[in-house]
């Protein structure tokens, strides 16, 4: 599951480029993303001796080309990529891909796990996976529980029955996030974890349960399923028959329900390192320290501080005597937030998204299907953008009704429409699109090609593309 917008790790996480595909840590041995680290730790089942299909993923249509981009730097291939065209929660997501497995053929076992999440201690993880897909494969829910290591009010919680002493137990009950007294007294209690949101479970048995305890989005789903169009790698269920499905969580629409019941729903313990990096309190945790608990990434420079965490990413930052404190540094925004108060970040992004500003949505750096521009200067009547082309990639054929462009080549080689005529530009050399004049920009080479564009005119929003002809699909 990938469509979340992760925004309480702004501003380095956008709805346009969120959380889950985000290189968070700051070593060099792991440059992989949330959404990566996720499919690398589901192959080691294979190495388990568990056959495993390719992946199946549910996220955005606004994030599509990010998934297959991903999967392609593992040289993963997923089976699909199902496109929620609005977010409906947990429930109507894992149903989708249930429809998707079962008209696959045969009736698989689902591991569902969500992209955004982090563990230390893979061997750890794919063993109670193991456990997990062998006890689900008769038809059992399985639902993998967090060993507790401090009283968290941050997470719900699952009561076992036996306490937890065997290997697969049995669910007595889930319990809503408590206060903190609970929390400890749950902790002292034992037989409780936490609900990360990963389960195990047949497709048929997922689709048995949502008949029995919601067949109004297993109704629903089923028809945006059955209006779905395909294209490639990408399936789109339809629009308006997804729109009308409820909005639901798993746990709301059915594993809550299931204990009491003649549904089996077990449980397996992990105690894997594992954080859903819910917040910069969470990311500090999980970080490297110094002596001092200082955590950075980036080029940062911490001096008399404790218990910080310091995140660089285009500029030098430097702090002293700070304790407890987020600095965040992106392009164009800095958060500087109290560790303690890191889920509140959230009420930036609200007002953000109330004054309409794009730092909510975009970077200043934005990634395309094609590649990525970066407006590194702008004022009136004038904007400047670095833009970055795939090998064998080329933008829409387009046109502007407001603005003129001038293009020089920085490296690569350019092969420009522009009106009725087609021209080849290597490094330094430049060309000028007139306001009004119908033009593309594609790499015919081997290596990325790299512009600057100069825009001049009186409106230079995004939204001023008329597109003609456009290998992506875009409108």
Sequence with gaps: ????????????????????????SGDADNRFSLFQQAAQRLQGLADAGIQVAAPCIVGNEDHRFLVLDQLRELALEPASVL????????APAVTLAALAALEAGGDPVLVVNSSDQTVTDTAAFTAALRQAVRAAADGTVVILGITPDKP?????????????????????????????????????EGGYFWNAGMFVLKASAWMAALERFRPDIATATRAAWAAR?????????????????PSESVDYAVLEKCP????????VALDAGWNDLGAWEAVWQVAPKDAQGNASVGDAIVKDSRNT???????????????DVVVVETADAVLVASRERSQDVKLIVNQLGAEQRGEQTLHRKVHRPWGWYDSIDNGPRHQVKRIMVKPGASLSLQMHHHRAEHWIVVSGTAEITNGDKVLLLAENQSTYIPLGQTHR?????????????????????EDDIVRFEDTYGRK
């Design 1 to 24: 599951m990938a469509g979340g917008s992760g925004t309480r790790l702004w501003p380095l996480s956008r709805a346009g480029y969120p959380k889950q595909f985000l290189v968070l």
């Design 229 to 245: 169009s395909t294209d490639a790698k990408f399936v789109r269920p339809g629009k308006v028959e997804f729109a009308a499905v």
């Design 309 to 323: 965490l310091v995140h660089a990413h285009s500029r030098l930052v430097s702090v002293v005597g700070l304790e």
């Design 260 to 267: 009491g019941t003649d549904i089996a729903i077990r449980m």
């Design 152 to 188: 968290e009010t941050g997470y719900g919680y699952i009561r076992v029955a036996d306490g937890g002493g065997s290997a697969v137990a049995t669910v007595a009950q889930f319990v809503e996030k408590p206060d903190a007294t609970t929390a400890a007294r749950y902790l002292a």
């Design 83 to 90: 496109l929620e065209p609005v977010g409906r929660n947990t």
């Design 441 to 461: 920009l594609a790499n015919p080479g081997k290596v990325p090609l790299e512009i600057i564009e100069v825009q001049s005119g009186s409106y230079l929003g």
